[in-house]
């Protein structure tokens, strides 16, 4: 058996690198830009706010499943193509700065607007004030929302298997398909849990560092 | 000497200050009083520049001053809130040394030495890595008060220092006041306690709720 696991181990890896790399270059992507988003969301330019809203709406409305589809199978149609890492990327990347800009809205908008005053007959500048007084206060607010939408990523990149990327499921999946047993489903899961369990840590000494203060 | 002239200040088309004109002399303690609702806030927020005035005028020194739109660090109205609204994110140390860093471009030594005789006139000594949070209601108003002075405002406001705190706190801030005031700081302070007012005041302002 062992000499099994060490047979199929390479591909499962090579599957869940591809995993990682989805995983990581989403949450790049998407923290500033759902950061951004969020400030638009809240800006005083009406028009910017409503569109915005909309694409928030659609985003988190409908399954990230069909937004996928939409991308690599339908935009082609309209003469639009990605390949097929690519399109995967584009789909989370728009998806999670959905979710993430509602976030940091709330996450703004709790802030006390005193904060601002006194920053305010201190001198600050706006960009000092958002830098030093108000980032800080909204990143540990957010901490929380932030892991677990991280997590959810970790188990949302599985979906990237309906347009044939050949990420950790496919790995395992296509194991089991030709060699008829389990092992490799269960050993795909193992190695999810092995990545939750990095992130989860991870989280908790982000969240760790901002209690320090309250 | 800042002199108020004619200020007017209305919200929603509803009018608060109505005409009026104050004078705070260099050095002493100008006190505001009236009832609850009469703008008393309003006309300290007009005078550090966080509320814009529909009309009247601001003479500082003699010369036109817009609270609104100051950016000369010579003129800084300091600023201690009811609330105090202390960053929760900074220590003591902090929440007094950033704006004096960032804004008058002190050195980090310059601004934590000042920030030292500061915390130890206000007996706030020790306290120095502690954060907002952990700090009592008395000690967190020294710290607001050390955060606006460590500015070297050319005044120094309060908005109701009395109400936040423990009754028997109110002696230490008086004495704090009138501490403040041999050191030669100009000083406003908004008050509904009149017992309070009449302690500590070389002047005192009434302000009264404008009939619609
Ligand atoms: N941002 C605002 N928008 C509209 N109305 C306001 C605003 N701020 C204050 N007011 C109104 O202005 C009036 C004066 O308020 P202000 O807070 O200055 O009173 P105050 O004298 O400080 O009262 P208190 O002793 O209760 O603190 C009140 O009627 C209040 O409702
Ligand atoms: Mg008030």
Known sequence: ?214 | MLELKKIKKQFNGRTILNNFDMQVQDNQITTIVGPSGAGKTTLLRCISGLEKIDSGSFVLDGKPFDPANNRDNDNVIGVVFQDFQLFPNLTVLDNITLAPQLVLKQSKSEAEKRAQELIDQLNLTGKEGLYPYQLSGGQKQRLAIVRALAMNPKILCYDEPTSALDPDLRQTVEDIILGLKKQNMTQIVVTHDMEFAKNIADQLVRVEPIKA
């Not at chain 1, 995993?19 to 028009?47: D, E, M, N, Q, V």
């Open chain 1, 1 to 214: 058996m062992l000499h099994y696991v060490s047979q199929i181990l390479p591909s499962l890896l090579s599957g869940a690198w591809m995993t990682i790399k989805i995983f990581f270059w989403t949450l790049i992507a998407s923290i500033p830009l759902g950061i951004l988003a969020s400030l638009g969301l809240t800006s005083k330019i009406a028009p910017l706010r409503w569109i915005l809203k909309f694409y928030v709406w659609l985003m988190r409305g409908t399954p990230l499943l069909l937004q996928l589809i939409f991308v690599f199978y339908g935009l082609p149609i309209i003469g639009i193509i990605f390949q097929r890492y690519d399109a995967a990327l584009f789909a989370f990347i728009l998806n999670y700065t959905a979710y993430f800009a509602e976030i940091f809205r709330g996450g703004f908008q709790a802030i006390d607007p005193g904060q601002y005053e006194s920053a305010r007959v201190l001198r600050l500048t706006r960009g000092q004030t958002l830098r030093k007084i108000v980032i800080p206060q909204v990143i540990k607010i957010v901490v929380p929302s932030i892991g677990n939408e991280t997590i959810n990523l970790i188990k949302d990149s599985s979906l990237v298997y309906v347009i044939g990327l050949g990420d950790l499921l496919r790995a395992g999946n296509v194991a089991t398909a030709r060699d008829v047993t389990l092992l490799p489903l269960v050993l795909v899961g193992i190695i999810y849990l092995l990545m939750t369990a990095i992130a989860t840590y991870v989280l908790r000494k982000v969240e760790q560092h901002y209690r320090a203060w309250r």
